[in-house]
């Protein structure tokens, strides 16, 4: 680190200028486009986990529907009082070819038509240990013929239970047999007269879709409660030698729907399991996402050769801007160089107009100060003092004006013209209270006295009266507010509400106290406003509109909202509240601070 920076030190100004261009350019944009590529990488992801979920949810669907078929199938198969009753006769009596024909018109071609009327089965079989009656195909067969099938041959298999991916066998070799079956198995007895056993299949194509489907990114496999894994053995996939480790990977006591990611074989995968408690076993699916990622990775590959493809170009081109820039910078340095060595004479030549060009022109005019230091000290004494004296004779003294105003007050009382000593009175209240500023706040009283001298000053002005109605409690007399912050309130209730009106009306201000807070509520019985104007200027006052400079757009309302929120913080401020042909609110909202008599 120090010998980057000891290497950085000693470069060049115009070359340390170009390197912090560059890292301030190309680092955000680094970070950014790394964070950019990452997020569209998850966000294909995430995309393609969501369609697989639902995909993956409907699959299971179209599986537990299946399974429906199958059970439902064997159920209607053991309500077949006729067909059990037939059977149940034959075993104990030897039948007649003719009975043996209507069995087979009736009963056997019933269970046919259940299985050619729905597509999902492939074949409904009933075993039997009775000699005596022949085998009716496809439905009847005896118990050696199912002996053929693999799952019944070590005659373990258990009643109501699934036997997955065998292969039809009940007919000789030399027919071809039809592979990856999946049935449910019942055994039935009846009185102890004899025993069956029904088997109701289906193709493991038709009851797990997803597995035999040519996409080979994705492998669908089941585990049943044994350890034994079913998948596509015609087609198998790329992440077939880690089925086991994968399936071990899984919590054994999960009961709904779970997925993750992993990689497998190199490979990244995204892996959900949801257990198939009707078939006794797990579905799980795998699915690759390194296409996804290769093609966010290919773009991104794409971007990084073109972004410093464009960098290089910048470099060059932030190197031959910032020399130019700095050409007028190194001039000066030359010229300042020279001054050092005691040329008192030399000056920067074509400044030019910007910063580097001001202190080209600034080292020029200091050598000319230098060379007429006395001169020009003396002539700038001469403009200060000159300075000073009109600064003095444009004073205006307030004094001069209160005993100017005192004197006219005398003189009216002399006249007898009392009306104008009050309004004179009121008038040099109000000046000198606006005159008089003060960097703290001042109290509500102040506020409310120099209220009172306004409106006595406005209905000089006016054929009607405006009174001033107070009702508030003695505490918040005491309350500190910025100075003249409800005056502007009064004025816009004047000129935008009672104005119009013209005759006799009121003003209320009430006070309230509330929980650390303390609200001045103006109320003006003028012309009110819409829901709509009110929403305006609210807007206005909290800055989210643009005011106008000049009357009548909120532009005082805002100054005095501005200045309650600087003193006090964003908690406090005014807010409108109008009935239009009715009366005007605004509710003034400061903090209530301790009493000081």
Not at 327 to 353: A, P
Request: hydrophobic share 40%.
């Amino acid at each position: 680190m120090r010998k980057l920076y000891g290497l950085f030190q000693s470069l060049k100004l115009s070359q340390k200028f170009t390197v912090l261009i560059m890292a301030i350019i190309v680092l955000p944009l680094t970070i950014l486009s790394i964070l950019f590529f990452n997020n569209i990488q998850d966000s294909k992801i995430e995309e393609k986990m969501k369609n697989i979920e639902i995909n993956f949810a409907q699959n299971y669907s179209q599986i537990q529907t299946k399974v429906e078929v199958c059970i439902m199938s064997t159920q209607a198969v053991v309500n077949s009082e006729n067909f059990w009753t037939k059977i149940s006769e034959y075993s104990k009596s030897e039948a007649g070819i003719k009975d043996l024909i209507d069995f087979n018109k009736t009963e056997i071609k019933g269970i046919e038509k259940l299985v050619n009327s729905n597509p999902y089965l492939y074949q409904i079989r009933v075993y039997h240990d009775i000699d005596e009656i022949p085998e009716m195909m496809p439905v009847l067969y005896h118990y050696d013929r199912m002996n053929r099938l693999s799952w019944a041959e070590d005659g373990e298999y258990t009643s109501k239970s699934w036997q997955l991916d065998y292969s039809d066998t009940i007919f000789p070799a030399n027919l071809k047999p039809q592979d990856h079956l999946a049935a449910y198995i019942t055994k039935f007895k009846i009185n102890n007269d004899f025993s069956a056993t029904i088997e109701v299949s289906t193709r493991m194509e038709l009851l797990f879709p997803d597995m035999y489907s040519s996409n080979e990114d994705e492998l669908t496999y089941f585990v049943d409660a044994r350890g034994d894994i079913y998948f596509n053995t015609d087609n198998p996939r790329i992440h077939m030698s880690s089925v086991k480790t994968i399936h071990s990977s899984i919590p054994t006591d999960l009961d709904s729907f779970y997925s993750y990611r992993d990689i497998i074989d190199g490979v990244p995968v995204i892996i959900y399991y949801k257990p198939l408690k009707e078939l006794g076993g797990n579905l799980i699916k795998v699915i690759s996402i390194e296409k996804d990622i290769a093609e966010v990775n290919r773009t991104r590959r794409i971007f990084w050769i073109s972004f410093i493809f464009i960098i290089v170009l910048l470099i060059l081109f932030t190197d031959r801007i910032v020399d130019a820039i700095l050409r007028h910078f190194y001039d000066v340095l030359k010229t300042i160089r020279r001054v050092q060595k005691g040329d008192m004479t030399v000056r920067v030549k074509n400044c030019g107009n910007d910063e580097i060009g001001e202190l080209g022109q600034q080292v020029n005019e200091m050598l000319d100060r230098i060379s007429g230091l006395m001169e020009d000290s003396i002539k700038r004494e001469v403009l200060v003092k000159d300075s000073e004296i009109r600064a003095l004779q444009n004073q205006i003294n307030a004094h001069f004006i209160y005993n100017v105003l005192e004197s006219i007050k005398m003189m009216a009382e002399v006249e007898e013209e009392y009306d104008i000593s009050d309004a004179v009175t009121s008038l040099g209240k109000l000046l000198r209270y606006s005159m008089k500023w003060v960097s703290k706040n001042v109290t509500v009283a102040e506020e409310i006295e120099y209220i009172k001298n306004y409106l006595a000053l406005i209905n000089l002005r006016f054929d009607y009266e405006i009174y001033l109605s107070l009702n508030m409690p003695e505490v918040m007399y005491y309350q500190e507010i910025p100075k003249m912050s409800l005056q502007p309130i009064i004025e816009n209730a004047i000129y935008h509400g009672i104005e119009d009106i013209a005759e006799d009306t009121n003003i209320y201000i009430k006070g309230n106290i509330h929980n650390g807070y303390c609200t001045i509520e103006i109320t003006d019985a003028g012309r009110g406003m819409t829901d709509d104007e009110v929403r305006r200027l609210q807007k206005k006052i909290d800055g989210e509109l643009e005011t106008i400079s000049c009357s009548g757009h909120g532009i005082g309302l805002k100054n005095v909202q501005d200045r309650i929120k600087i003193s006090f913080g964003d908690d406090y401020g005014i807010s409108i509240a109008s009935k239009k042909n009715c009366y005007t609110k605004v509710v003034v909202k400061i903090p209530l601070l301790g009493v000081v008599s």
